[in-house]
């Protein structure tokens, strides 16, 4: 029988997939296995469920010779050698379209939270420092009609531009490649090069995948450009951010604020910024619902079982 890892514990259903093909082992500590304990458990398995934070690297791979596939809970599969992979014959599968939705909210919850200081304001009240309504009391900005700079209009930049409609904004996107008109159309979207969309944006949202162009797509000549009164906001990947010019860019009031959900060397998060009030800081939660896990979970396991038997994944990571 067919031998299958799981790196973190998953829904029922998602197990029972699982269990339909193969003999299922489960890794149910919170710890999170990496390196040589990751290969202790896997080097004599066919197949792997792993989670974006379980790094399979080349030397994993080369380790691991009975293994036919990864099944990458997650849209992101940056924590996985693609190229070794493919070198060891090794099918890489990720989780794409499932997650649209819950990272698009929590795209919004952050540009509405850092634009009105919700999490400032928020602490301010539990520290028993309010003392009644005034006038100048946490001034925020307004998101209604002003206007949203997409850097990545894929599956989550279009979910988060279709929330935008809601606002009346106006919508800038950057995009590797522009979209066809009729889609702009339909999305109300203005193509714009990088430095149109940094100049003129208030809030400004990162959904481009990290790959070697993208590594710091937005660095200290890019925050530069930046508006003054203008926010960023990343639930992408850290890298695709310079944390340490950004960090510097807050701290000295050149953009008004950010909002992240990843960072550079995560967890490790720039020294500093957690000091700031004009940030906010989440723990990498874009895809964190009940329902969205599930189906992330449910779609690796069926990309799994559909590879040890014998059949198309349904969504391979091509290079
Ligand atoms: C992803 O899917 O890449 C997310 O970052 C993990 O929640």
New binding site residues.
């Given amino acids: 029988m067919v031998k299958i890892f799981v790196t973190s514990k998953i829904s029922d259903s998602a197990l029972n997939i699982l269990k339909s093909v193969g003999e299922v082992e489960v890794w149910e500590k919170e710890e999170t296995l990496n390196g040589q304990a990751l290969l202790d458990k896997i080097q004599d398995h066919d197949a792997v469920l792993t989670m974006?934070n379980n790094f399979i690297t080349d030397d994993i791979l080369q380790n691991a010779p009975k293994l036919k596939v990864i099944g990458n809970c997650?849209?992101?599969y940056n924590n996985i050698d693609i190229a070794s992979a493919e070198k060891h014959g090794v099918i890489v599968t990720n989780?794409p379209d499932v997650?649209n939705d819950a990272?698009a909210d929590l795209t919004w919850a952050l540009i509405l939270g850092i634009a009105r200081r919700i999490v400032e304001a928020d602490k301010f009240v539990r520290e028993g420092k309010f003392t009644g309504w005034l006038p100048h009391l946490f001034i925020g900005n307004l998101v209604y009609g002003k206007k949203l700079g997409i850097i990545g209009l894929g599956r989550i930049g279009t979910a988060v531009c279709e929330r935008a409609k809601g606002f009346n904004m106006d919508v800038y996107y950057y995009n590797r490649n522009r979209l066809p008109i009729e889609k702009e159309q339909a999305l109300n979207a203005t193509y714009a090069d990088l430095d149109r969309l940094l100049r003129e944006c208030d809030y400004i949202t990162i959904h481009a995948p990290l790959n070697e162009e993208s590594h710091h797509l937005i660095g200290r000549d890019e925050l530069n450009l930046m508006k003054q009164d203008a926010y960023l906001i990343n639930t992408s990947r850290g890298p695709l951010v310079d944390e340490q010019a950004l960090y510097e860019h807050l701290k000295a009031g050149k953009i008004a604020g950010a909002a992240l959900d990843?960072y550079e060397h995560e967890p490790k998060i720039v020294e500093g910024l957690l000091e700031l009030d004009n940030v906010i800081l989440l723990p990498?939660i874009?895809?964190?619902t009940l329902e969205t896990r599930a189906q992330?979970a449910e779609l690796a396991a069926k990309n799994i079982a559909n590879v040890l038997t014998g059949k198309e994944p349904i969504t391979p990571v091509t290079k």
């Fill in positions: 974006v997650g849209v992101g989780t997650l990272t990843v990498h874009g895809s964190a992330m």
